[in-house]
């Protein structure tokens, strides 16, 4: 089996396409189908089903994929480790991160960081709580930041940052609009603006309204924080959102005000994978990002 067949073959995979996937490769189709059904002859099982000039993975072939993608990301970080060694100050990090952490909390921490280290490059992966816990798992990505950290995942190892408020975000219209805080019950025949299952915001915000007497009443959803912002922003509704993501980005028709009773909190931290160690660049982050929030947290009280 060889390094060439297994690329394309993740790349045939990807695009369920022998053609797209040789223009991508930059390569003959001819050569792709040839390196295929060799792999094919090697392994004794078909890893592709033929349907005209598309094709799709065999249950085999999706097993195998899997493999295949966790080895080449094995692979890919041991040729980093060695371009690195020498140089960590000058390496590539790969971290993923939920949608309410790129508005501020992200680009504000890569700024500092690179001011001691210009020459660092970032390979920035937007996703879903469990969609990034998943890339970590399987060696897509070394580093994910999450809210709130998973109690207890195997073989990962998460560690936190910083606690940060929930807070309401109300059209400046709203009756409790002026008021210095409000109680959780306060907001209970509002219409709410959530994100959608799936987010684990969705559960922090939707448990604390449960656990304090009444059920939200869900008119919109949102999978991006600034499309939330957008609908309170225009009257449609309230929501409940990380204090961090208002930090100079709050709407100009929305305003912000503290929940006291609950006082709705989440946990933001990193997660990595106990069974590989951190590329040199990589730990270089992870420590600077313990760093740069323990001081941040100490400068906000």
């Not at 207890?152 to 210095?180: C, D, Q, W, Y």
Request: one cysteine or more; glycine letters at 6%; hydrophobic letters at 45%.
């Amino acid at each position: 089996m060889e390094l060439r067949q297994i690329k394309y073959f993740i790349e045939v995979a990807k695009r369920e396409h022998v053609t797209e996937a040789a223009n991508a490769l930059h390569v003959a189709q001819s050569a792709v189908s040839r390196q295929i059904f060799n792999l094919e002859a090697e392994l004794g099982v078909e890893l592709f089903i033929r349907e005209g000039r598309n094709v799709r993975l065999t249950p085999m072939g999706r097993i195998f994929l899997d493999h295949m993608e966790q080895a080449m990301n094995v692979i890919y970080n041991a040729l980093q480790v060695v371009e690195e060694y020498m140089e960590p100050e000058r390496g590539t990090i790969h971290i993923g991160y939920t949608s309410s952490m790129a508005s501020y909390l992200l680009p504000t921490a890569i700024s500092a960081f690179r001011v001691q280290y210009p020459n660092v490059k970032f390979e920035l992966n937007q996703g879903a709580y469990h969609e990034l816990i998943d890339w970590v798992h399987r060696g897509n990505i070394n580093l994910a930041l999450l809210a709130p950290l998973p109690k207890e995942t195997k073989g990962m190892e998460g560690s936190v940052l910083f606690h940060e408020r929930i807070v309401a975000l109300l059209p400046r219209n709203h009756s409790l609009a002026t008021a210095s805080s409000i109680k959780l019950n306060q907001l209970r025949t509002d219409a709410f603006i959530f994100f959608p299952e799936g987010f684990m915001l969705r559960d922090i915000t939707l448990k604390a309204c449960q656990q304090h007497g009444f059920q939200p009443d869900i008119a919109f959803e949102g999978a991006d924080m600034d499309a939330v912002k957008g609908m309170v922003s225009a009257g449609l509704g309230v929501a409940l959102v990380p204090e961090i993501t208002l930090v100079d980005n709050i709407p100009r028709s929305a305003v912000k005000v503290p929940i006291v009773d609950p006082s709705i909190m989440r946990t933001v931290g990193v997660l990595v994978s106990e069974e590989r160690k951190l590329l040199p660049t990589e730990k270089l982050f992870h420590t600077f990002l313990h760093h740069f929030f323990r001081r941040l947290e100490q400068y906000q009280k």
